[in-house]
């Protein structure tokens, strides 16, 4: 990661083992960027209101 200009993004890749049983019925992803791990910015930026989002629920089929 570095400093990015107005209009420049980065591509990241997280891969994680979805957890197996009955009880998952939905995975929610999300992803916050400028955070100081208190919640707060860590930097001065133009628009401080796109900094967080959410996936919808993903559902895997179950195979049998």
């Known amino acids: 990661t570095d400093w990015l200009l107005p209009g420049q993004s ?10 197996e ?5 939905g995975i929610v992803v999300s992803a916050r960027v400028d955070d100081d791990g208190a ?3 860590q930097y ?5 209101d796109n900094n ?3 996936s919808n629920p ?3 089929p179950v195979l049998q």
Not at 44 to 48: H, K, P, V, Y
């Open 10 to 19: 980065e591509t990241h890749q997280v891969v994680f083992q979805v957890p």
């Open 21 to 25: 049983g009955p009880a998952v019925t």
């Open 39 to 41: 919640g707060h910015q």
């Open 44 to 48: 001065n930026e133009c628009d401080e």
């Open 52 to 54: 967080a989002t959410q």
């Open 58 to 60: 993903m559902r895997c």
